[in-house]
């Protein structure tokens, strides 16, 4: 089992920055890819960024290619999610995630999951 905790959220204005953060703990991730994903009230969880085990291939999604950042350190089994220059849009309910072996945009592909973090972005 992988217990995955998020962190970091909040409320932000729009233009503003926040760094969620994701601790993994039960057994290593190193081999997991991670995603994350997050889900606005009344619309479909959409995933945002995904990064590879090794950390060495990264995939976001277009809104907010250019603006987010994911990266892992799986010395400290944790995985984070750098945002810039947020948007309301952008504001909805954060989850981390976890899957043996390649990246995937689909939640069904993962097995773990965190919490949840809340990101709130005024305009």
């Known amino acids: 089992q992988v217990q995955l905790v998020e962190s970091g959220g909040g409320l932000v204005q729009a233009g503003g920055s926040l760094r969620l953060s994701c601790a993994a703990s039960g057994r290593t991730v190193n081999r997991y890819a991670m995603g994350w994903f997050r889900q606005a009230p009344g619309k479909e969880r959409e995933c945002v960024a995904i990064?590879?085990?090794?950390?060495?291939?990264?995939h976001y999604a277009t809104s907010v290619k250019g603006r987010f950042t994911i990266a892992r350190d799986n010395a400290k089994n944790t995985a984070t999610l750098q945002m810039n220059s947020l948007k309301p849009e952008d504001t909805a309910v954060y989850y981390c995630a976890a899957r043996f072996g390649m990246a995937a945009w689909s939640e069904k592909d993962y097995d773990y999951w965190g919490q949840g973090t809340q990101v709130t972005v005024s305009s």
């Open positions: 990064i590879s085990w090794s950390g060495g291939s990264t």
